[in-house]
């Protein structure tokens, strides 16, 4: 068997385990790439967003909401306190890349 003949096997066996994989249904990845800056979710998106909201996002969020001279409600879920912490970053310039 030549080395093309031993290249062609390797690659027949690879397409036949890549079949195999989709015939599964188990897949990884896009079809296609992500456009640039999405890698992201939405916090609305999140599995966990409803969920309370954790000591670091609270201890932030008082610290931005302070600097910021705001109040927020206490009993935020993780996703509320995302776009908050979001939107108080870009008012303060705390948090961005610029500030650093």
């Not at 188990?26 to 999140?46: C, N, T």
Request: no cysteine; charged share 30%; aromatic share 2%.
């Amino acid at each position: 068997m030549t080395h093309d003949e031993n290249s062609q096997n390797s690659d027949a066996d690879t397409s036949t385990e890549a079949s195999q994989d989709s015939a599964s249904g188990e897949m990884l990845g896009a079809s296609s790439p992500e456009p640039l800056g999405s890698a992201e979710k939405d916090p609305s998106d999140w599995v966990t967003g409803d969920e309370p909201m954790t000591g670091a996002q609270r201890s932030y969020l008082d610290s931005l909401a302070r600097s910021a001279g705001e109040e927020i409600p206490a009993d935020l879920n993780k996703a509320e306190a995302s776009e908050h912490i979001d939107r108080l970053q870009q008012e303060t310039g705390r948090g961005t890349e610029a500030s650093s």
